[in-house]
């Protein structure tokens, strides 16, 4: 099966070769050091800078992205919510559900986040902007300096949910001034499900995190960056995960985010310019590099989900309910070519000339 989803994305032959290994005790030196290698590895390609501390949770993404709620934020505090789709939607309903008082900046399918959005929340109180920097149900990449912007001149903390835009777009903590970065391993780093990581700046690991008294066990952040700080783990982590990670981290070290940022783009723009010919069409609000979303005209996208499938054994992303015949998403996290491109955009227009 040939996989463009966004994830488990893909694998690298390189993961395959360590999912193989057996895998070893943890509560050992030798485990430390992988792990504070690893650390220093995501904070250097986050550009996190070298104070900030880092949280590995054996969990997936959306529970990194409650606990970054529980850790950082009271009932005290009022978040702004970019709700643009599934994902945003969801921090909404977690602040709701922890009984934070929020409200939300709600987008329409096709909607393009600017910042005429922004402005008539300035000024008004906010101590927080919760946003989804790839609102990976509809594709649409936000723009996180002028975030960034609107945080720094609202005194705001600004958490960004990079789960599938790191190693696709641009990113950077200290450029774009960013607080929290809440990644997952079965996105961007293309390895199993399984482990998600949180960056904390300095400032929010001393100004909340270690200030509010913990609400929570199994996700107190002050435990897992005290242990972090000798390289272990509270409780037992995903190992082979770790392993997997801290592998494919070395792996990008050696190619260079540049490099690897741009070989990204030459495989989706190549397979953008391809798929115009096609009866499909592009939105026109700002892409991810992660994901290439494609609007159906004829509402069939469901019925080429399943043709592709089943007779091609290709495998898109089809999009939640309200969008499930109108768009379909191709994936481009994880180990994909240029060469692919062709036959796959071939193979489209001929299930498109069937369904
Ligand atoms: C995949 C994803 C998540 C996390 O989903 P999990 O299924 O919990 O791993 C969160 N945010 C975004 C933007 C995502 O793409």
Redesign the pocket.
Known sequence: MNLFV??PVQMFDHTMEIKKKPLPYFRTAEWSTLMLETEVLIKKMLVAGKDAKTVFLT???????EATIMNCFTQKDKLLVIDGG???H?FAEMAERHQIPFDTIDLAFGESLTAEHMAPFSGKGYTALLA??????TGQLYDARMLSEFCKNNDMYFIA?????FLADEYSMEGFGIDVT?L????GLAVS?GM?IVVLSDRIYNERVLKIPPKTFYFDFEDYVVNQLRGQPPYTSAVGICMEIHDMLKSLEKEGMENRLRSVRAIVDDFRNRIQATELILPDYPLSY?MTPMIFPRNNASAAFNMLKNEYDIMLTPCPADLKDKVLRVGHLGYHTIEENGPLVQTIAEVLSKV
């Not at 997936?60 to 992205?65: F, K, Q, Y």
């Not at 949910?161 to 835009?165: K, L």
């Open positions: 966004m994830g969990a997936s993404g959306t529970a990194a992205m599934v994902f945003g969801r989804n920097i790839h609102e990976t149900s949910d990079a789960i599938s835009t809440i997952s391993s079965q996105k499900p998600s992660a």
